[in-house]
């Protein structure tokens, strides 16, 4: 065929054959290129995302089961903004706070739990950004492919009809547009599905780690013991943060 012709001949017959397409080929192939730009953008924003968040989490987890304060994990915790063990701990924390001024069991577990779950949804949602563009890429590319390949075959007829003899010369260019169209909607779809499955993947590792750390987190809360009862006599010395039950 033309088109593999083309290829194998190099860049000036491909370039030859290119400025034989029509007009739909070419708004086609436009589309295809927009969205493969946009599709490689978002995956190796992705990739960078993510790596960055494992890093983080893997870092800040560590820091978290050898502190022995909550303050402690609460200075450094802003260091780990990508890792969503760090959102949930810093949203956990303030509700902690308000509930005991930052030392002492806590009164109540319930707006804990509620400010885990909430803290973990809203980070894996920020993970998850940009995710439905990449699936509608991967999806509709072959699709818009295949309308390029239809109409080219469609002009292939049309040459044929016209010149009135079935000639290689009179279907060729149309074919050659349906054979590019469908390329192009391959080579921008498959690169997208296979980033999406993958991102998939990671997003539901980072999910179940996430909900994990919600109940390390809550149970290190509620193994914090009780502070002791004020005492007659000299003054006590300044009061200061409880240590984790959890982790001394």
């Known amino acids: ?26 708004f086609v192939l436009a589309l295809l290129l927009f969205s493969s730009l946009y599709s490689w953008t978002v995956i190796l924003g992705k990739m960078s995302t993510f790596r960055r968040a494992t ?8 820091s978290f089961r050898k502190a022995s304060r909550l303050q402690e994990i609460a200075a450094i915790a802003d260091n ?7 959102q949930v701990f810093l949203e956990v924390y303030e509700t902690y706070k308000r509930q005991t001024g930052g030392s002492g069991p806590p009164r109540n577990l319930t707006p804990l739990e509620r400010s885990a779950q909430t803290a973990a949804s809203e980070s894996i949602t920020a993970l998850e950004r940009r995710m439905t563009w990449l699936a509608t890429i991967a999806a509709t590319s072959p699709f818009v492919g295949l309308f390029g390949t239809v109409m080219g075959v469609v002009d292939a007829f049309h040459g044929l009809g016209t010149a009135g003899a079935a000639t290689l010369r009179a279907v060729a260019p149309g074919i050659s547009e ?55 006599g000299p003054a006590p010395e300044p009061a200061q943060e409880v240590e984790r039950g959890l982790y001394k």
């Open 55 to 62: 890093r983080e989490s893997r870092n800040f987890i560590r």
């Open 178 to 232: 349906a054979l590019i169209t469908t390329a192009a909607g391959l080579f921008v779809a498959v690169p997208a599905v296979v980033a999406y499955n993958q991102f998939t993947a990671r997003i539901r590792v980072f999910a179940s780690a996430t909900d994990d750390f919600c109940r390390e987190l809550l149970n290190s809360l509620e193994e914090i013991p009780p502070r002791a009862p004020a005492q007659r």
């Open 1 to 26: 065929m033309h088109s593999i012709a083309a290829l194998i001949q190099g860049p000036g017959a491909l370039m030859d054959m290119m400025s034989n397409i029509g007009a739909i080929a070419l």
């Open 80 to 86: 780990y903004k990508t890792s969503p063990l760090a």
